[in-house]
Each structure stands twice: as C-alpha cells, then as structure tokens.
C-alpha cells in the first residue's frame, strides 16, 4: 500500500473528513459523484411537484410558505451541485446525464401531487424521510457532502413542518378536508419508503460505501427510524397509515410492516413512473429556454474578467 492509499485509509478509520484535494481511490470518487450528483438532482426535479401547487395556493400565507420551500430545494440542488464539482464533474456533464437518464434522481418525486393535501404529504413525509436520511448523512466521510448536510437538515426541519403543519390543519378542518388528507397519506406512504433505497441485502453499493464511510447507516435501518418515528404522527393527525401489517413488536420495540412492492419501486426507477417523462421534459424544456440566462452570466463574467485582468 502506497503512502496515498494510507493517509486516505488513516482518515477514514479516524472519522475524518477527506477533502477534495486528498488523495483518493478513484472509485471512492465515482461513487460520490454517483450519490452526489443524484442527490443534487433530486432537490432540483423535486422542485417541479410542490411548483405545480405554487399558483393553487389556498392563501397567501400557504403560497409564501410553499415558495420559500421550494426556493430552499433549489440552493440545496446548488450546494450538492458544487459539491459534485469538487470531485472533478462539471454541472453540464451532470446535466447531460440527467437528460440522457444515465443520472437518477428520487422516485418519489414521479408520482403526481393532485391535491393541497399533497404538498402536507410531501413536506410532512418526503422532507421528513430526507431529514432521516440526511442527518446520518452529516456524518459522512467526504468534507463538502457532511458539511453541506448539516446546513442543509437545518432548512429540511422547516420543510418538514411546513408540511405537517398542513396536514394538522387538514386532518382537523371538515370532513372533506380530512378525506383529502387520508388519500394524500395513502398515495406517498410507500413511494416515501421507498426513498430509502431497496433492502440491504439488495443494496448493490451498499457494502462499499460503508466500508469508506459515505453511507453511515444502512438502507433498511433508516427506513425503519423513519417509520418509527412517522406512525405516532399519523396517529395524532386521526389518519391511517395504509398497511394492514403495521403494529407496533413490543420485542423489538420497532413497527412490523407489510413487505413492499418492490416491482413498482423498479418499474419508476426504471423510467416507467407516472411522472417520469414529464418531471424530464420540463428539466429538459427549462435548460433550453433558460440557455440566454447562462451565456449572459458567462459574458458579464468574462467582460468583468478583462475589466480586472
Ligand atoms: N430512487 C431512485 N433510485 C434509487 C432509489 C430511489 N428512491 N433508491 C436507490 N436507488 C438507486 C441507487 O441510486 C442505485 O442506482 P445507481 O447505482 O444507478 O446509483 C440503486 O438504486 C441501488 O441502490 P443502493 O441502495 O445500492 O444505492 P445507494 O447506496 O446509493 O443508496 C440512497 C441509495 C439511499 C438514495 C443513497 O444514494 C443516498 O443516501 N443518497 C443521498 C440522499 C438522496 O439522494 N436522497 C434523495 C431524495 S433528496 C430529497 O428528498 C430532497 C428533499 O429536500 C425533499
């Protein structure tokens, strides 16, 4: 083992941070690239779901809130675009591959949000499952990511709530309210499960990127964090989680479940979703139009270049 290979498995024994100028095992760097620019992605194109419900807002305060959010997912996408580029990928290569569909992003976000309900499912559980996720996620091994986590779990507490805060007034308003609440409930229960990746024993990068430390805990194991921690939630909201299965094992101390569908978790993955063409189409149609936005910044950037120089 040379002495690269050393200082780099010195820092990870160590629970240091490794930073973008450390050496590093190629393949550590892909898989970051990989987690990372996926990660950046689906903070962008989770933008477009809760965007739809911008202009239906059932009031001011609720339209302000939303915007604030959704402006919040778009620095997140910056942070862990940049991010990305410290290991050696440019934004347009990340682009490309997300136009290509070499890249993912989320499967959450290719179901469609059909109701004002939806945007306190999404908040409540999709922001309350990637809080789960990225607060392990702080305590990774790569510098920029852990400390890009911990500023953005702070904005991801307020999403959260945000869309709790809908689904208490929901499920307590009147009877039709309360109906639409349950049907958002039923409709982003699995999907947000799902954002937690398949079982461990199926998780292909699973072994590796807990040997460096870039995944801290397991797939399996935040999932059930989560679900621990959402049914109390859904119990004083008055709703039904929709799993027959689910009852709280005295012995474990955690909540039994029904297993998933894991076909349906594939099939959008794989392309097949509700939403996935169009989430694409409309990252694809924004680039495009918004082509004069970048060539202007790229222009002033160079005519106050030569004005320094
Ligand atoms: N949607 C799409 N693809 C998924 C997925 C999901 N929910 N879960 C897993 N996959 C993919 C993986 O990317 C991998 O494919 P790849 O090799 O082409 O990248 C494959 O399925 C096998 O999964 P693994 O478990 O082996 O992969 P990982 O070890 O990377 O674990 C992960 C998957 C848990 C999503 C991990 O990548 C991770 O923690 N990523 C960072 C967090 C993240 O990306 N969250 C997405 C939501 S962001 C968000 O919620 C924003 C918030 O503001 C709303």
Request: charged share 25%; with cysteine.
């Amino acid at each position: 083992m040379d002495k690269f290979e050393k200082a780099f498995n010195d820092i990870i024994e160590k629970d240091l941070k490794v930073e973008p100028r450390d050496w590093m095992p190629e393949k550590y760097r892909k898989t970051l690239i990989r987690q990372v620019s996926q990660h950046a992605h689906s903070e962008i194109i989770g933008m477009q779901p809760e965007g739809n419900w911008l202009l239906r807002a059932p009031s001011l305060r609720s339209k302000q809130v939303l915007l604030a959010k959704i402006q919040d997912e778009a620095g997140h996408g910056l942070y862990l675009y940049s991010v990305a580029e410290t290991l050696g990928i440019t934004r347009q290569e990340m682009n490309a591959q997300l136009h290509s569909g070499e890249a993912k992003y989320s499967s959450i976000f290719n179901y469609p949000t059909l109701t004002w309900a939806d945007m306190g499912a999404v908040g409540w559980l999709v922001d309350g499952a990637a809080i789960v996720n990225q607060v392990s996620l702080q305590r990774t091994s790569y510098g920029p990511y852990s400390r890009g986590m911990v500023r953005i779990c702070k904005e991801e507490s307020f999403h959260q709530r945000q869309g709790y805060e809908i689904m208490v007034q929901m499920a307590f308003g009147t009877p039709e309210q309360k109906e639409m609440a349950q049907d958002a409930l039923n409709r982003f229960w699995e999907p947000a499960l799902m954002m937690f990746g398949p079982h461990d024993a199926d998780s292909v990068h699973k072994g590796q990127s807990m040997a460096w430390k870039i995944k801290r805990e397991s797939n399996d194991h935040l999932r059930q964090r989560f679900i621990d921690r959402t049914v109390p939630q859904a119990e004083f909201l008055g709703l039904t989680i929709p799993d027959e299965n689910l009852k709280f094992n005295e012995e474990t101390g955690h909540y039994d479940h029904s297993p998933f569908n894991w076909d349906e978790f594939w099939n959008v993955v794989n392309g097949n979703g509700p939403c996935n063409e169009q989430r694409l189409d409309h990252h694809k149609k924004a680039h495009h139009d918004n082509a004069w936005v970048r060539e202007a910044a790229a222009a002033y950037a160079a005519k106050t270049e030569t004005i320094v120089a």
